[in-house]
């Protein structure tokens, strides 16, 4: 079985900051692709970054320059520091586990956290 759950979302002031994490078990975390999307009310699901086995990383232009995706793969473990937030992040993030990695994409796999709210308002 593969469990994914993430932590860390909650309510933040335009400016500032928030990390989430996201911990996976029921399978090798460091031989696989990791990545966190989000959805806002009414829109669809975007992928914000993935991180690789490797460690090669990739932004929505969206936050690219403001977010920050890393692993620690003792821990099993996936984070996403956010930070100069917007109230247009304000959306559930979702972290996926495993996906399909090729060529600078990442396919997201059926393996999904409940998701984490993540709010900024002022």
């Known amino acids: 079985q593969v469990q994914v759950s993430e932590s860390g979302g909650g309510l933040v002031q335009p400016g500032g900051s928030l990390r989430l994490s996201c911990t996976v078990s029921?399978?090798?975390?460091?031989?696989?692709?990791m990545a966190w999307y989000r959805q806002a009310p009414g829109k669809q699901r975007e992928m914000v970054a993935y991180?690789?086995?490797?460690?090669?990383?990739d932004y929505a232009p969206s936050v690219k320059g403001r977010f920050t995706i890393s692993r620690d793969n003792d821990a099993n473990t996936v984070y996403l520091q956010m930070n100069s937030l917007k109230p247009e992040d304000t959306a559930v993030y979702s972290c996926?586990?495993?996906?399909?990695?090729?060529?600078?994409?990442?396919?997201?796999?059926?393996?999904w956290g409940q998701g984490t709210q993540v709010t900024v308002s002022s």
């Open positions: 996926n586990a495993n996906g399909r990695y090729f060529g600078g994409r990442y396919d997201a796999s059926d393996y």
């Open positions: 029921g399978f090798f975390f460091r031989d696989n692709a």
């Open positions: 991180v690789s086995s490797g460690r090669r990383t």
